[in-house]
């Protein structure tokens, strides 16, 4: 029970070694292409390993095990039907356009595509966001080492953002994705200790169901992966195929700035495009590693008072000295590789879309690197400030699909329209966008009038999606649409000559 010696060892030597390895690639950052977009050098198999960890972190090993333990398998259709269909349209439809056109951030994909108002405003919503999530992270860190070492949240806190924090701000996006696709190794070895390990100790799957079907009637859906409309979970099964898989899904992967940065630092467009395939196909195994152990928690210790001490716990208690450090650090990589890419996006994002299109537009590019490197210190500073209010809702992983739900439906719809249908306009993307914000947000508020479930995000998501799409195809009809001189590049078939 706990940590021995040898495990303390084997921490403290990870920890100094991924500071280490972080902080080597300072040196290749002289520019802000360095920073932000690695050179654009960055082979394809790091991109698949950096994305996958960088998804599957704090949120997904601790918030996809704690939402299992609390509404069963249902909780893994986040990344069988929902992350592979949408990983591959992002890699052969999205990814390339983005690439090609050479841009640094999303939102300036949009900029160019549509006007600046639509950057600029997804550039507010994308850093807040990030801000708010990192927050998330941050807070996970803490129950984890809280239950692992008894440490109070806020020295967790503080820790786990300044080792992320010195290693990010000195080698940029290089040191994240190399850093991340390390820490994918140790993660993938920990999870499959704790898998193997946690099914011996139950008795296997048969004696694992028995356990948790003799807890109680509420328990008989756990081991479904659709469950019926009149469920009192956020996730019924029209919820999972409309809200996530035809929305929120695609829209995390194709817009999220912290997923898709690692593809625009490729050295070209088919590392960007093949490092996203391979990143789906690594992610076939992750309910299996993640989703399985929160059912093992469940069925060994079913009065857990958080459901995310899932992992924690079982670490704690299944695995012997030696292997309770190696199985820890690896966790440990999860949550630090995941502050590390939401942190790094967060700062090109306000760097390149706000700070340097209308606080600064003509300096040095060496200033736009010392800026970058003030702001990711900054927001990380405000992370461990937003980091408490996760608290205030079911669990981190509803904490996150909550926040994402308010602008990830218009996001995906401006997305879609904007680079399939050319005759969306640049007032039909702005309309869509803010009309399908203030619906999710009204919905949102007033979600209890309108959902019999406490958690609505997905349906929240689907509804402001179509919203935003009948807005956006409505106006644009009705106002002058760009030149295909304009589009160029940035609409699926009208190739672009920029390489």
Known sequence: MGMAGIDVFIVILFLIG??????????????????????????????????????????????????????????????????IPAMLVAAIIFIPYYWKAGVYTVPEFLGRRYNVYVQSIQAFLWVSFLAFVLGIILWATAIFLNTMMGWPHWVSIIITAAIVGIYTISGGLSAVVMTNALQLIILFIGAIAILVLG????????????????????????FKLMLPMDTTTPYPWAAIIFGSTLVISPAYWIGNQAIIQSSLGARNEWDAKAGVMWAAILKIS???????????????????????????????????????????????????????AYLESAATLFTKDIYQKFIKKEAPDRHYLTVGRYLTAGIIILGIFSASLSSKFPGIFVALQTIMSIFYGPTFAILILGILWKRSTQWGG??????????????????????????PFLYICWWSFVFAIIVNIIVSLFTKPKSDEELEGLVYGMTANKK
């Open 430 to 455: 702005l309309y869509g966008l803010i009309s399908g914000v203030l619906l999710s947000s009204f919905l949102f508020a007033f979600r209890s009038h309108f959902f019999n479930i406490s958690e």
């Open 18 to 83: 991924i500071l280490s390895f972080g902080t080597f690639f300072r040196r290749f950052v002289k520019t802000s292409e360095d920073y932000f977009l690695a050179k654009k050098m960055l082979p394809w198999w790091a991109i698949g390993m950096s994305i996958v960890v960088a998804d599957i972190g704090a949120v997904e090993y601790m918030g996809m095990a704690g939402g299992t333990y609390r509404f069963g398998l249902a909780q893994a259709n986040f990344d069988w039907i929902g992350c």
């Open 199 to 222: 099914l011996k100790t139950v008795g296997g799957w048969g004696e694992m169901t028995e356990r948790i079907y003799s807890l109680g009637p509420e328990f008989k859906n756990h």
């Open 286 to 340: 992750i309910p299996l590693l993640i989703a399985i152990p929160g059912l093992i928690a469940l069925s060994l210790y079913p009065n857990l008072s958080d459901g995310d001490e899932s992992i924690p716990t079982l670490i704690k208690n299944l695995l012997p000295p030696g292997l309770t450090g190696l199985v820890f650090a690896a966790f440990f990589a999860a949550l630090m590789s995941t502050v590390a």
